[in-house]
């Protein structure tokens, strides 16, 4: 299994919901992280989890919460977001903490916050 | 403040002709500079990826150059066909940061015309 696997595809909330993202891997890797993406932009890094704690947070809003409750598994949890948070979200997971070992994408969550 | 420029932001090319991408970057702690394809609705893919001690590498019809004194690289895609329309990322990291941190590009979007 070469894959990380993003679920749900596709995501419309509310203001006031709640909700989860979900990712999974099944290759190994120690490393996974969680991205943001808008529209014709590159990538931006959001969270980096490295053996299933969380290593780096890049000033992100609290009303995102990272969970990493095993080495397979990594959820972004979202609460009261704003439409300017509508994005692609992005996981990826490396074999260890360095990038040079290779990231493999999921094909992310497609968010509409209205 | 944006790490790596790349340029052109969008490319036209017929097919069979040649892509050109290029990348620069200003830290000189980065040695590890992979490029990733990404097409609409699906996240990056690692296309191929260079270290600073080689000034060429070759994977089928994609080339990377990389300059070191210059602090440049580029993508070079040969005999491009139409399902190399993507979008395009250089990216550069420093592996010596645990982390696995990718500062990415702009981006560069293709479009191959039959």
């Known amino acids: 299994d070469t894959e990380v696997t993003q679920t749900p595809k596709h995501l419309v909330m509310g203001m006031t919901n709640k909700k989860s993202l979900k990712c999974e891997q099944h290759m190994g890797h120690r490393a996974m992280y969680w991205y943001k993406q808008k529209a014709k932009k590159p990538p931006e890094l959001m969270f980096v989890y490295s053996y299933e704690k969380l290593s780096i947070n890049e000033s992100v809003p609290s009303r995102f919460s990272p969970e990493c409750p095993n080495s397979s598994l990594l959820n972004l949890h979202l609460h009261a977001l704003q439409p300017e948070d509508s994005a692609l979200y992005l996981c990826?997971?490396?074999?260890?903490?360095?990038?040079?070992?290779?990231?493999?994408f999921g094909s992310g969550t497609r968010l509409t916050v209205v | 403040q944006q790490q790596v420029k790349q340029s052109p932001q969008s490319l036209i090319v017929q097919k069979g002709g040649i892509s050109i991408i290029n990348c620069a970057y200003e830290n000189t702690a980065f040695d590890y500079f992979p490029w990733y394809q990404q097409f609409p609705g699906k996240g990056p893919a690692l296309l191929i990826a260079i270290r600073p001690d080689v000034s060429e590498k070759k994977e089928g019809r994609f080339t990377i150059s990389f300059n070191k004194s210059a602090k440049q690289f580029s993508l070079h895609i040969m005999d491009s066909q139409p399902g190399d329309s993507a979008t395009y990322f250089c990216?550069?990291?420093?592996?010596?940061?645990?982390?696995?941190?990718?500062?990415f590009g702009a981006g560069t979007q293709v479009v191959v015309t039959p």
């Open positions: 990216a550069a990291s420093n592996t010596a940061d645990s982390w696995g941190k990718l500062q």
């Open positions: 990826a997971s490396s074999p260890s903490g360095g990038a040079n070992y290779g990231y493999t």
